[in-house]
């Protein structure tokens, strides 16, 4: 069971936008940054979204972060068949002072 | 550049020993940390050592079992594990933490631990 809750999977077609919700709590998202990572299979993760909303060099600003509250949001418009992966969202945890990821969510493009 | 090495099968009860190479950056500078993946399964953060070595922090499910360090001479980073279990068996990442202590912004390509008799 996973400190942050995603949901399992998400699909929509080509050229359509989706959210990726990640539930967490004040000691987590409430109080720290979020940052979203995407994972091919068989591949190491790959950093996608840092402190909330922000991207890295080299990431298309199709891909956004946010936040609010408790919670955080990945939208991805214009959907690719290439953007296929497994998205986590993490944070830290003051309470438990560790690391926290979601479940994971798959995503499915149509 | 991270690159892990060390893992293999071990028999429960069993300890292995895994390093994290680190090229391309000053070492000494960052926090690093180890991730893992069970087969098939989401993300598990299992440990944190601070750049200067004076801050660990562990997940509960390794603690006590598992012990992280740094080599900053070496450029490397070790995570001891003792007492393995079944529910060890995953893929070992490190990961850099930012500058800022926010996020991972680099990951290894990972190094499979099997726990199996």
């Known amino acids: 069971q996973s400190v942050l809750t995603q949901p399992p999977s998400v699909s929509a077609a080509p050229g359509q936008r989706v959210t990726i919700s990640c539930s967490g709590s004040n000691s987590n998202i409430g109080n720290n940054y979020v940052s979203w990572y995407q994972q091919f299979p068989g591949t190491a993760p790959k950093l996608l979204i840092y402190?909330?909303?922000k991207r890295p060099s080299g990431i298309p600003d199709r891909f956004s972060g946010s936040k609010s509250g408790t919670s955080a949001t990945l939208g991805i418009t214009g959907l690719q068949t290439g953007d296929e992966a497994d998205y986590y969202c993490?944070?830290?945890?003051?309470?438990?002072?560790?690391?926290?990821f979601g479940g994971g969510t798959k995503l499915t493009v149509l | 550049q991270l690159v892990e090495s060390g893992g293999g099968l071990v028999k429960p009860g069993g300890s292995l020993r895994l390093s994290c190479a680190a090229s391309?950056?000053?070492?000494?500078?960052?926090?690093m940390n180890w991730v893992r993946q069970a087969p098939g399964k989401g993300l598990e953060w299992v440990s944190s050592?601070?750049?200067?070595?004076?801050?660990?922090y562990y997940a509960d499910s390794v603690k006590g079992r598992f012990t992280v360090s740094r080599d900053s001479a070496r450029n490397s980073l070790t995570l001891q594990m003792n007492s393995l279990r079944a529910e060890d068996t995953a893929v070992y990442y490190c990961a850099r933490e930012s500058i800022t202590a926010t996020h991972f912004d680099y990951w290894g390509q990972g190094t499979l631990v099997t726990v199996s008799s």
């Open positions: 050592i601070s750049s200067s070595g004076t801050y660990i």
């Open positions: 391309g950056f000053t070492f000494s500078a960052y926090s």
């Open positions: 993490g944070t830290w945890d003051s309470s438990r002072s560790a690391g926290v």
């Open positions: 402190d909330n909303n």
